[in-house]
């Protein structure tokens, strides 16, 4: 599970909410925003991949791309890598 909606789920709040006790209107805020993001995002994943799809029609174009995730996957992971060693 996402460590915010975790948070959100177990009634925990981040420390940026004000109070002594984490208020039901800034926990529904909190999760609002989340939820909104996170749909916006992914919305912008499936429009840019719709606009992509007859890109990768062509087999070249498709393996060239397949090779540049690739990369960037590798990246990625050498990242959190070495993030998650400090």
């Known amino acids: 599970m996402n460590r915010i ?4 789920a177990s ?5 940026f909410i004000e109070g002594p006790a984490p208020a ?4 529904a805020i909190l999760i609002s925003v989340y939820v909104g993001v996170a749909t916006l995002v992914h919305s912008l994943i499936v429009v840019l991949a719709d606009g992509l799809r007859t ?3 062509a087999p070249q174009k498709r393996e060239t791309a397949g090779n540049i995730f690739a990369v ?4 990625i992971a050498a ?8």
């Open 72 to 75: 960037l996957l590798l990246v």
């Open 24 to 27: 039901t209107q800034e926990t």
């Open 5 to 8: 909606l975790e948070l959100a």
């Open 11 to 15: 009634g925990r709040v981040p420390e």
């Open 79 to 86: 990242w959190l890598f070495i993030s998650g060693r400090r």
């Open 55 to 57: 890109f990768l029609t």
